[in-house]
């Protein structure tokens, strides 16, 4: 389910954008105001799906897995195959309200599905496998990443951005078949409480509220979202500068994305021989902060190449562990609140990520190099800070 939501998302998205610009060149705009309504849209699209990913959190946990998964990939999916129909729209200000509209509907359902998949990886898995199910997850999501962009682009290079618009949409329709068939609901498995916790008696009043209330306080799930925090700082960093770095750059964004793929379920099998959730997690901001702060220190093509696997790779020691943290520290009747708290988060992450880049780069005049130096250091200090921490939370 994660593997085809993700994918007839990323794929559509790159048609969604490309089409906004052609209907606002049609109406009137400029090519400079049409590409910067794309930023604020997709800003806007990140931004809100983060955000709304918290109250969905709690409806998964309302109404089981299987049921939001479902619900969220036909909402995408019935969204991406009504832009198909806005090429008729006259007026810049109505192309821009309808987009948006039909972009907030995509946005819920990513949420939806996305917390849905998370909580429900922490659901099925045991014990001795929570780490591979997150590395799994991990995969599905990162493999999109990589060839979502590029597989749109020669979707809507063959056959047209409407056209695309059908393929994609069909493809989240068949996400949602894929969760239907495969996605058994455990939301009614016995309820036990995470080691350490105490949830209380769920009879009693305002018990779902409160519980989602717990997830969130408790200081491990807090760290662990701190986590995904500094970890989305860094990678929108590198994203967003990779991107427009040269022809290549996109490639090189692609390379960074396979690491994390070929790294995602070895690091979570480690975890779940190890236990060490908090030393991967250390390392994996060291790691990057050694990545952001050499990529572009006498860059070639080799040395830029290698230093975006490492970048790839550091991301998985973070990503997994944090998310494996709060699957432990939570409960089915919780999970997928706490989980999508960690997706508003990660979507948080991003959004300052790209804030701070673009600040240093354009007001306080910050080469590239000592921007990422800067984000570097950021993401150092934060592993280094995160050592004492899980000690004194006892956080393996």
Known sequence: MTLLSYAGEYMAFTSILAWLDLLLLANGYSTTEAYGFGFLVSASYLLISGVLAIPLGFLADRFGRKRT???????????????????????????????????????????????????????????????????????AEYTMFMFGTPLGSALAGAFGNQLTFFITGAVLAAGAFAGYVGMPDVHSMKKT??????????????????????????????????AIFFVSIGFT?????????????????????????????PIG????????????????FLVEGLA??????????????????????????VRV???????????????????????????????VGAFLGGLLLVYFGFSTLDTFWLVALISAAFGLALIPLARSLKLA
């Open 269 to 284: 099998r480690l975890l779940d021989t190890t236990k060490r959730r908090s030393t991967f997690m250390a390392v994996g």
């Open 193 to 226: 409480p995470a080691p350490d916790k105490s949830p209380g008696p769920l009879s009693q009043p305002n018990g779902p509220f409160r519980l989602m209330y717990e997830a969130v306080s408790d200081r491990k799930v807090q760290t662990s979202l701190l």
């Open 292 to 317: 952001l702060a050499f990529i572009f220190y006498e860059p070639n093509d080799l040395t830029v190449i290698v230093w975006a696997l490492v970048f790839g790779v550091a991301v998985m020691l």
């Open 69 to 139: 998964a479902v619900g969220g990939c036909l909402l995408a999916g019935a969204s991406v195959f009504a832009m198909s129909l806005t090429g008729d729209i006259t007026g810049a200000t109505l192309v821009i309200i309808v987009i948006s509209i039909l972009l907030l509907l995509i946005g819920i359902g990513h949420a939806t599905y996305t917390v849905s998949a998370l909580a429900y990886a922490g659901d099925v898995s045991l014990g001795t496998d929570v780490g591979e199910a997150y590395g799994l997850v991990e995969t």
């Open 321 to 351: 562990p944090q998310a494996v943290v709060i699957a432990e520290r939570t409960i089915v009747e919780n999970r997928a609140s706490a989980m999508g708290a960690n997706h508003g988060v990660e979507h948080i992450g991003y959004g």
């Open 237 to 265: 960093v590198f994203r967003v500068y990779l991107t427009q770095y040269g022809a290549a750059g996109p490639f090189i964004v692609a390379i960074m994305a396979a690491a994390s793929v070929f790294a995602a379920v």
